[in-house]
């Protein structure tokens, strides 16, 4: 069984910077992807940005690419967001998920575990 634990959510003022981390734990394929989503209130789970476990090949959603960048250390077994230049409509729950499988998916139905959530807030 696979579990997923992210940190890192917060208030941040708009322009500012936060990181969020994901650590997974149990079998982890090398075959498999990372994924971070986002849900605002009232709104359907968003696609941000996906990393493949193996290689680190990236894909961003279209809107995001330039501020959000993600990232994998090897060492902490961690997969990180970084999300700069935040915007008041990038407040949303965070979070992330793992994909059993090949290639780089922007679905969340194709991904098998999820974390908790981390609230990012940012005010304007």
């Known amino acids: 069984q696979v579990q997923l634990v992210e940190s890192g959510g917060g208030l941040v003022q708009a322009g500012g910077s936060l990181t969020l981390s994901c650590a997974p734990s149990?079998?982890?394929?090398?075959?498999?992807?990372m994924g971070w989503f986002r849900q605002a209130p009232g709104k359907e789970r968003e696609f941000v940005a996906t990393?493949?476990?193996?290689?680190?090949?990236?894909t961003f959603a279209d809107s995001k690419e330039g501020r959000f960048t993600i990232s994998r250390d090897n060492a902490k077994n961690t997969v990180y967001l970084q999300m700069n230049s935040l915007k008041p409509e990038d407040k949303a729950v965070y979070y992330c998920?793992?994909?059993?499988?090949?290639?780089?998916?922007?679905?969340?139905?194709?991904?098998?575990?999820w974390g908790q959530g981390t609230q990012v807030t940012v005010s304007s």
């Open positions: 998920a793992l994909r059993d499988g090949l290639g780089l998916k922007k679905n969340p139905a194709q991904y098998d575990y």
């Open positions: 149990g079998r982890i394929l090398s075959s498999s992807a």
């Open positions: 990393l493949s476990w193996s290689s680190s090949g990236t």
